[in-house]
């Protein structure tokens, strides 16, 4: 028998997927991952930890462009050989 092998109203056994005991649903916490790609997850209160600040980090939009945007001009080549009266 197990620590959760008892009758409580209202709840039932859940394995917790960090350390793979079976607990009482009503002592686990589902944790979802902020990004929604990632599997959520069911912990017991004893695996329960803080959660690391970079899960909840969102990327921030850096525009890179300026209010107003103009057609580029032609480049312009010298063709003649540079003198020194020229500069
Ligand atoms: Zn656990």
Redesign the pocket.
């Known amino acids: 028998m197990g620590q959760a092998d008892y009758y409580e109203a209202g709840t039932w056994n859940q394995q917790?997927d960090?350390?793979d005991?079976k607990?009482k649903a009503n002592k686990t916490r589902l944790i979802r991952p902020y990004a929604k790609s990632k599997p959520s997850w069911v912990?017991?209160r004893?695996?329960q930890h803080e959660c690391n600040p970079q899960d909840f980090v969102k990327g921030v939009v850096d525009k890179q462009t300026v209010p107003i945007v103009r057609r580029p001009g032609v480049d312009k080549f010298r063709t003649q050989e540079v003198t020194y009266d020229d500069l």
């Open positions: 917790c960090i350390c005991e607990v912990a017991c004893k695996c």
